[in-house]
């Protein structure tokens, strides 16, 4: 055999299984963690699937943040001063999910998001407690709450009252991802999940129009394993996949770092083949952590053309995959003397241009006479009497841009760390089960986390946090639905 | 049966064909036309299976334009002053294309397009020979040559030398898509092509993987016709599909007018039920006819920020898809006494201010006082000395706006006349070869027009006449493919 995602194998052509299992999960980031643990503590016998030596997949990289909120808050908000309702959680949700959101999925999240942080630190994931206030990436110490979205910013905040809903693992500096990846594993190991690593899906096996198992490649053999519950893509995304990246979202292509370990699409192709649909694949995360320090918030974004685009108090990932729209290559922020700081090495940013006068950086840039002195002229009439009346930055942020020297540093997408994963993938019903063309569920198939559409599908509304969350929330619900699925013969 | 073209049909299910036939064309547009012509005279027997009452599709719709051009030029370019190179042509269409330009569809038509302008000639499509200058949308009388692109227009016209190469065909006033296709459709019925109409394609149907008949809707009964050589997709683009244009590009339901027939996507659905690969499913085209009178074109359009976002010189599709991406509901067109004109009652623009002074203008637009007045005094001082630095609007359209009156004309994408096709669709080989997932091409499968992702994939860099130029010319390639194929049993 040479099994390929694209071609699913019929079962009748297999002249025996290699292996029995009740569901069988590809991938072990975080959406396969959850689905596995529930699945296997609903009484199914469940197999992970991991193509690479170990568990983690995009989720281990991440800063381990849950977007969590309503229900009046998680007992961490409300001890930090914050309450969240239902409502306001929808109405976030709904507005991050562009023109496209998925109802069912928010509504269902909203109310039931506090139960699952509290089940997460029943998993033993901890949590400090802290606040951290202020805007940044994820925390540098241990602390737990953050302001991880767009959720102060316009126009979110116009509509649903802001509380913060990052909720970090207690684990000191970035990537606490790995650290509840670690948890998990140790959970869904002791509720009896077998783990096979270095054991890449490579096809779906199909009866009677149902999927019934999938094709595995460990130590240079193709396996079949008979999945009699269900098989669940736990794949992640495509961001890996240059020629579905062409296919689908070439835009990301002008952006230098693909962000994700295997994330090859196979599980959205697996899908596709035996018929599933999906959705929304011209769709990306990219960011470029342009802050902190949270002094550069008060500077300005401006394209090539010299004008603003966008309030540059909201969501650094909103922030730049508007900036990728602009016209041009680049996009500039521009400080002065009592803001200006360097922004992360990470981050990749130039120091462009310099001067002792607007005039004189908007000459070193190579801008028409006029355009910054302009510009930043009425910026800072309105910055000074708290006002930012097109693009409605806070006033919080708004301070004159009025002492020299002033700079503009540029972020480039092409050389600036301009880092993205895709958001596109199989349509699900929030069961986890993968709706065809027609709109009906395939027998047999799940999908979570990225390889579905979820509620991260549109790259200005992203907040961190979120993809963990869906990956996590709808994972769960996808082991439970597969394990109580009947058994196929 | 209820066949629907989700569910793909297995041969074996069938007792008895109904019909038979080599080659079955879906769709009696344009691109259903010219391959169906071209089967025929390559002696294969070919049945067109339209769902309408008659021929037409949305080219009949259409300007009846052919983009047209390259090998030094059409006689028509020619005798009207122009040459236009192969490699002039081919750069034009690949920046066209926008991030993902299918450069073997484009090295093929660009050095065959003049060969495919006679021939359509030679089927009796009529040409005035006439040029006629100017910005318009489609000759109001029965001239021939027009500017139907970007082609003067920055970037475009820093990478290749413009020629005009929108070829109408002689009909006076818009619509003579209408025109071609009773031609074509004369040409294919005296070629032998059967025609059925109100006979809808519901499902491929399939044999050991390969394409070998569809299921035909006609007279509220289901036939199946065996397609010996091959089903040929021409079922046009998914712009009437609201659920797929949610899936898919849901930034077009902010735009008042789908523009077409039938297209409900269920070629791409039947391709895609059959292992096909849809690609750039986001992409669509979208206008407003802002101009004619071509004065318009000297003013300059600004968003809801009064910033311009465009050179107002280029096509008027590109103006309005970045008209559509501007934060806000409407774009503003800005003129003064010198330039002012209503544009066509069509377009459905709205009067929004009028003033003595921008500033007048700019405080009935609601926008902060000196907003407009120094963007006019910048846009104004560079027009006079004939530049327009950032935007690059060629010299000939740059005249200061310092006649007052002034006004602001509104363009609201869910008001005005924004009208919409989609432009994603199944990937084929310039041989009208539908490609699976995997890349190889499906057998017994061909997609022409809209149904497939052609020339025209990037809104952004449509051209009049591009859609019929894609659609006849990689109709006729699949026609001829599909006859050759190899029989089946």
Chains 1, 2 share one sequence.
Not at 279 to 287: L, R, S, W
Not at 329 to 353: Q, S, T, Y
Request: net charge negative; charged share 20%; glycine share 12%.
């Amino acid at each position: 055999m040479d099994a390929r995602p694209e071609h699913p194998v019929q079962a009748a052509s297999i002249a025996a299984w290699d292996k029995e299992t009740d569901v069988a999960v590809l991938g072990f980031g975080i959406a396969g963690a959850c689905a596995a643990l529930e699945a296997a503590r609903a009484g199914a016998a469940v197999t992970i699937f991991e193509a690479a030596g170990g568990s983690g997949g995009a989720s281990a990289l991440s800063g381990g943040e849950i977007y969590v909120g309503g229900s009046g808050g998680t007992d961490i908000q409300n001890q930090n001063g914050f309450t969240d309702t239902t409502e306001d959680f929808a109405t976030y949700l709904a507005m991050a999910g562009g023109q496209d959101p998925d109802m069912a999925k928010i509504a269902l999240y909203a109310s039931e998001a506090v139960n699952h942080f509290n089940w997460l630190r029943a998993q033993g994931v901890p949590y400090k407690g802290s606040f951290l206030p202020g805007k940044i990436i994820e925390p540098e110490g241990d602390d737990t709450l953050i302001w991880s979205g767009s959720e102060e910013a316009w126009p979110f905040v116009t509509k649903a009252k802001p509380a913060p809903r990052g909720h970090t693992v207690q684990s000191v500096g970035w990537g606490g991802g790995r650290k509840i990846i670690d948890i998990l594993e140790a959970r869904a190991r002791e509720a009896g999940v077998q783990v096979e690593t270095s054991a890449r899906g490579r096809a779906l096996v199909v009866e009677n129009g149902a999927v019934a198992g999938v094709i595995i490649r460990q130590n240079g053999k193709e396996l079949a394993v008979h999945a009699r519950r269900g098989v669940l893509l736990a794949t992640g995304g495509f961001c890996m996949n240059t020629e579905m990246i062409r296919q689908h979202a070439p835009e990301a292509l002008r952006c230098s770092s693909p962000l994700g370990t295997i994330d090859d699409g196979s599980g959205i192709l697996m899908g596709q083949a035996v018929g599933g649909r999906a959705i929304h694949m011209n769709e990306f995360f990219v960011t470029c952590p342009w802050y902190p320090p949270e002094s550069l918030v008060k500077g300005i974004f401006i394209n090539q053309a010299g004008q603003r685009f966008i309030n540059e108090d909201c969501y650094h990932g909103r922030v730049m995959r508007t900036a990728l729209e602009q016209q041009g290559d680049r996009v500039f922020l521009l400080c002065d003397n009592a803001i200006f700081a360097r922004p992360l090495e990470l981050a990749g940013a130039e120091l462009a241009a310099v001067g002792e006068s607007w005039g004189e950086v908007e000459s070193e840039l190579g801008f028409c006479s006029g355009t910054l002195s302009r510009a930043i002229a009425q910026y800072n009439e309105h910055a000074a009497r708290g006002e930012d009346p097109v693009w409605h930055k806070a006033a919080k942020w708004l301070q004159p841009l009025a002492e020299p020297p002033f700079a503009a540093l540029a972020f480039i997408p092409s050389q600036s760390y301009f880092s993205y994963f895709t958001l596109g993938g199989l349509e699900t019903l929030p069961t986890g089960e993968v709706l065809a063309l027609s709109g009906e569920p395939i027998a047999g198939l799940y999908a979570a986390g990225r390889a579905a559409c979820g509620l991260p599908r549109w790259g200005k509304g992203y907040s961190s946090g979120l993809s963990l969350a869906d990956s996590s929330f709808f994972g769960r619900l996808a082991g439970k639905a597969a394990a109580k699925a009947p058994k196929m013969a």
